[in-house]
Structure formats: structure tokens, C-alpha cells
């Protein structure tokens, strides 16, 4: 159902992740089974392109990489529509899910798929950037 949802908003799946790219940066969407229940955890990562002298392509050791040059995750806010030892109807879970693009996802991904949109989301203390990340952005 999440890569459904993922495709109609315009993502490319590839190696069990989801992912959109841009000349700037590669944003991929990742889902990690927990090993203490039913549940997955959203990871959102974001390669810059040039950072660390590197050019980045959506390969299984991009997506499956545990961390991004920037790291998200869900909202707090939708942490239930995961949560399969939480019973909810496939149509209401889809719909959350699709709230879940429409409200976080795609509203983040979108300006993290620039270097402008990363240094508006760290200046307003949406996101923490490391200082070699930071560096790299300058």
C-alpha cells in the first residue's frame, strides 16, 4: 500500500525503498520493520549530489543505506498509520497514508530536493545539519 501511495505521488521504487532525484540531491524513502512489534519506522534520507566529492544514483547501497547525508522520519502525528498491532481498516490506513504524503512527506522531500530548499528547512530548525554536511553546503 505505501508503494502504491509513493508511485501516485511520483516516486520511483527501487531495492525495497522509494525514491525521487533532482541535478541537487536525491531524496529516498525508506521502510524499517521493527523488531519489537508489528510496526515500521519511516526513514527519510537526502543525498546531496557534489557532496564529499561524490555523485550519488539510486543503487541498493544508496537506499539501503542507514542514514543520509540528511535524516527524517515520519511525524509523530502519523506514527499510527505503521502500526500494524493497531487494527484499522485498509481504507483508512490508505487514507492516512495518503495524508502522510500530502502534509509531511511531499511538502519536505519537495524543498530537501535542493540545496536552497535544505538551507531554508535547516534555517528554520526543521532539520539539523551536521557540520561537514553544513560545510559541504556553503
Same mark, same amino acid.
Given at each position: 500500500?505505501?508503494?502504491?501511495?509513493?508511485?501516485?505521488?511520483?516516486?520511483?521504487?527501487?531495492?525495497?525503498?522509494?525514491?525521487?532525484?533532482?541535478?541537487?540531491?536525491?531524496?529516498?524513502?525508506?521502510?524499517?520493520?521493527?523488531?519489537?512489534?508489528?510496526?515500521?519506522?519511516?526513514?527519510?534520507?537526502?543525498?546531496?549530489?557534489?557532496?564529499?566529492?561524490?555523485?550519488?544514483?539510486?543503487? !541498493?547501497?544508496? *537506499? %539501503?543505506?542507514?542514514?543520509?547525508?540528511?535524516?527524517?522520519?515520519?511525524? @509523530?502525528?502519523? #506514527?499510527?498509520? $505503521?502500526?500494524?498491532?493497531?487494527?484499522?481498516?485498509?481504507?483508512?490506513?490508505?487514507?492516512?497514508?495518503?495524508?502522510?504524503?500530502?502534509?509531511?512527506?511531499?511538502?519536505?522531500?519537495?524543498?530537501?530536493?535542493? !540545496?536552497?530548499? *535544505? %538551507?531554508?528547512?535547516?534555517?528554520?530548525?526543521?532539520?539539523?545539519?551536521? @557540520?561537514?554536511? #553544513?560545510?559541504? $553546503?556553503?
Amino acid at each position: 500500500m505505501f508503494g502504491e501511495v509513493a508511485k501516485a505521488n511520483e516516486f520511483k521504487s527501487a531495492f525495497g525503498g522509494w525514491y525521487k532525484e533532482s541535478t541537487e540531491c536525491i531524496t529516498v524513502l525508506e521502510l524499517q520493520k521493527s523488531n519489537f512489534g508489528d510496526y515500521y519506522q519511516l526513514l527519510i534520507k537526502v543525498f546531496i549530489q557534489g557532496a564529499f566529492e561524490s555523485t550519488y544514483t539510486p543503487n !541498493k547501497e544508496l *537506499i %539501503k543505506s542507514s542514514m543520509g547525508h540528511i535524516t527524517a522520519n515520519e511525524t @509523530p502525528e502519523y #506514527k499510527a498509520v $505503521l502500526d500494524f498491532d493497531e487494527p484499522m481498516e485498509d481504507n483508512i490506513r490508505k487514507e492516512r497514508l495518503e495524508k502522510l504524503f500530502k502534509n509531511h512527506i511531499l511538502p519536505f522531500t519537495n524543498r530537501a530536493l535542493s !540545496k536552497a530548499g *535544505i %538551507k531554508d528547512l535547516a534555517n528554520k530548525g526543521e532539520i539539523f545539519l551536521l @557540520p561537514a554536511v #553544513k560545510e559541504e $553546503l556553503a
